[in-house]
């Protein structure tokens, strides 16, 4: 899979440009070379999770400790989680700045991608977090920028969903 090498540092730096200092992670196929830049990091803090919602505890914890932190997770992912976003981020308005591959959406591939993709954003409406589609690189710096400011605003979880269009090189 050509996931683009450009894109993520755009992403990265972005991250980096909103003081991001800790970023959890489970590993994934579009966000390969983000945590991959993040390991590499001595500034960041990269939290290697076992399942997607143990990162949010970790940004929990973070953001008691006045740290900036990020969550990369696949859309499954999320799905996975709903339960401690629920009743720990949402409940305790505990700030997320979720960075979700959009997987099985339009052009989806991969079958078994196809369900979560279908259900991904009605259950992001349906707790009333913001969404926004990240697809075009001229958008990333100033999206992620504006998805964190409206998290720590609000005291709630922001999702930035990361198309295909930004995270493939075809």
């Known amino acids: ?5 450009a894109n ?5 730096d972005a991250l980096k440009a909103c003081d991001v200092r800790i970023i959890s992670a489970l590993p994934e196929t579009w966000l390969v070379h983000l945590i991959r830049m993040a390991e590499e990091d001595p500034e960041v803090t990269l939290v290697r999770v076992a399942k997607e919602e143990e990162a949010i505890g970790v940004s929990a914890g973070a953001h008691l400790a006045g740290v900036s932190s990020a969550l990369l997770m696949q859309n499954h992912g999320f799905l996975a989680a709903i339960n401690p976003i629920v009743s720990l981020a949402l409940l305790y308005k505990i700030p997320l700045l979720m ?3 959009y997987r099985g959406h339009l052009g989806e591939r991969d079958p078994w991608q196809t369900q979560g993709g279908m259900v991904t954003e009605p259950l992001l409406r349906a707790l009333g977090i913001p969404i926004w589609h990240l697809s075009d690189p001229r958008d990333v710096h100033r999206r992620i920028r504006d998805a964190q400011t409206l998290a720590h605003a609000a005291l709630s979880p922001v999702a930035v969903l990361l198309a295909r269009e930004l995270m493939w090189e075809e």
């Open 1 to 5: 899979m050509p996931v683009s090498v």
């Open 8 to 12: 993520s540092q755009l992403i990265y």
């Open 99 to 101: 960075l979700i591959s």
